[in-house]
């Protein structure tokens, strides 16, 4: 039961971010995934439930702070920079692994129709954003604290920078072929060369 409902949800996945959510149509979704109408809403009662099941599965719970960054432990600033650029890299391979063209693009395109039809998907995905700055700034602070950073540079500033370069860069690759990690490993390297002691 569990592994149909796996399928429901990563065929869906791939047909929300080729299409969108007005356009996916139950016959789409019968095709997709190979099931009668009735056994797919045996596992999900409306295509809007079925959509707010893939938002939360591909999009939220990837992102969540807690289980993206969970292994992460007191570090360096220098330790948390490669572990961060790990941890997107592992993210980004568990949603590429549904081979969708244009992925990276169709992915935000998803989320901005999450904000849509996902109700309360704007508090939801903003609360994810927060809490990975504040994770960003107790790793700064930290380091700040530690003296692995200059006195002078201020904790959310700094904080700041790390958390936008990446969510800039990756929206705007996004419009190409997606996220570089190795050019945003480089930008995040050069900026704590700047900052460190």
Same mark, same amino acid.
């Given at each position: 039961m569990k592994e149909t409902e796996e399928k429901i949800l990563f065929e869906a996945f791939k047909l929300f971010l080729i299409k969108n959510f007005e356009k996916v149509t139950v016959s789409d979704l019968e095709k997709a995934l190979g099931l009668s109408r009735g056994a797919i809403f045996y596992y999900m009662k409306t295509k809007e439930e079925l959509f707010r099941r893939v938002v939360d599965k591909y999009i939220l719970s990837p992102h969540n702070v807690d289980n993206k960054f969970a292994p992460f432990e007191n570090a360096h600033l220098i330790d948390f920079i490669h572990?961060? !650029?790990?941890? !997107?890299?592992?993210?980004?391979?568990? !949603?590429?692994s549904c081979g969708v063209e244009n992925l990276h693009r169709s992915y935000f395109s998803l989320i901005f129709q999450a904000i849509q039809y996902y109700p309360g998907f704007d508090k939801l995905i903003s609360n994810v954003f927060q809490k990975e700055l504040e994770l960003w700034k107790k790793v700064v602070n930290d380091a700040h604290t530690s003296g692995e950073i200059k006195k002078e540079f201020d904790v959310e500033i700094v904080a700041?920078?790390? @958390?936008?370069i990446y969510s800039g860069l990756s929206f705007e690759m996004?419009? @190409?072929k997606g996220l570089d990690t190795k050019l945003l490993l480089d930008l995040y390297i050069d900026y704590y060369n700047k900052i460190k002691t």
């Open positions: 572990f961060y !650029i790990d941890s !997107i890299s592992k993210t980004m391979k568990i !949603i590429e700041m920078h790390f @958390r936008y996004s419009l @190409r």
